[in-house]
């Protein structure tokens, strides 16, 4: 795992140890923030299911302004704190450990500014039919009350999960498929 692009360009990272999570790979990521674009500089980043942290340590690299890293594994937590510590991002940076589902509402309650983008990468297992539109309540309601008016919320699935047409109170405005994966692009109501 490596930082592709930005300030901390060609850097490594920790990657995970053992099954806990499941790393983006370098060609998804550079698609993703191809798609992104400047949207990424000064934005304020949330990084849900942040594993070891690669999307939002990449966002930071590519001008964001902040990210808030939310995990519950204490072996991703510990790799996630000393890539930060490895990047000297920390001024920048807040990890929320926990239960995302429990604990999302009151953590989003906590910034002081809209959440600009926000990375959503559960367990594939998460991921699940019916189980997984439920979790909108949890999950994409809170980002979306949270999300600034042209935010963005990218959410990572596998490729043969059917395409809904919203999450909670958020609207997929795009679909992009990745070998076995899929990055759902979702906003607001609105037009972006």
Known sequence: ?????????????????GCVTRPITDRVKTAL????????????????FAGTGSIGLEALSRGARSCCFAER??????????????????????????DVFARLRGWLGELAEPVDLAFVDPPYDMVAGPLWQAAGA???????????PQ?????????NMPAPE???????????????MSLLLLGGGGEP
């Open 166 to 180: 919203a999450l909670g109170l958020l609207c997929v405005r795009e679909r992009r498929d990745y070998g076995t």
């Open 33 to 48: 923030f191809s798609i992104l674009g400047p949207d990424v500089e000064d934005a304020v980043v949330v990084d849900l």
């Open 73 to 98: 594994e204490r072996t991703a937590i510990d790799r996630l704190r000393s890539n930060i510590d490895l990047l000297g991002l920390g001024v920048r940076c807040r990890i929320w450990r926990g």
């Open 1 to 17: 795992m490596r930082i592709i692009a930005g300030e901390h360009k060609g850097r490594r990272l920790l990657g995970p140890k």
């Open 138 to 148: 949890k999950i994409f309601d809170p980002l979306a009350e949270k999300l600034a």
């Open 151 to 159: 935010g963005l919320v990218v959410f990572r699935c596998r490729r």
